[in-house]
């Protein structure tokens, strides 16, 4: 049972992600593209949600959540 909990935990050590044998100018390259990526997929949520709330034309200002349930 010990000997099989070891090559467990040993199996974990070794498939840690690929990033860790990766330079850290890639990780840094990859991790500012799905900043960059997020950053549009926000921008475009946002866009939509305000042209969503010109058709429902109330004049107060409501959240994300109120312009979706009208």
Same mark, same amino acid.
């Not at 199996?11 to 860790?20: A, F, L, Q, W």
């Not at 840094?28 to 475009?44: A, H, L, T, V, Y």
């Given at each position: 049972?010990?000997? #099989?909990? /070891? =090559? ?18 890639? $990780? ?9 990526? #997020?950053? /549009? =997929? ?18 107060? $200002? ?9």
């Amino acid at each position: 049972m010990l000997c #099989e909990t /070891r =090559r467990t935990l040993h199996s974990r050590s070794e498939s840690k992600s690929e990033d860790d044998d990766e330079p850290s100018t890639r $990780k840094s390259m990859k991790r500012q593209f799905r900043n960059e990526s #997020e950053k /549009r =997929r926000r921008d475009q949520f946002n866009q939509l949600i305000g042209e969503l709330s010109l058709i429902i034309g109330d004049q107060q $200002k409501l959240d994300k959540s109120s312009i979706l349930k009208e």
